[in-house]
């Protein structure tokens, strides 16, 4: 049994915070669990990664943007098949 198609992907804020970085660009292929950008909040620097990896298709947000929890960030499209 097959899982059937991959899906796109919107890759949200996890919580408020301040955008320090943001690693990826249009085009960029992303494997699952790739970093797409760091999130500064409450004094910590997190991690904001993909669950399902694609091809980044567009990017919402930009260094030093303030976001809010579930803010989208990056949406992928479902990586190319081989």
Avoid: F, W, Y
């Amino acid at each position: 049994a097959g899982q059937g198609p991959p899906k796109a992907e919107v890759i949200k804020a996890s919580m408020p915070g301040v955008l320090i970085d943001v690693a990826v660009k249009v085009g960029d292929v992303l494997e699952a669990g790739a970093g797409v950008a760091i999130l500064e909040a409450m004094k910590m620097q997190n991690e904001v990664t993909c669950q399902h990896g694609g091809v980044v298709e567009e990017v919402l947000v930009e260094t030093g943007q303030s976001v809010d929890a579930n803010q989208p960030l990056v949406r992928l499209a479902p990586p190319q098949e081989a």
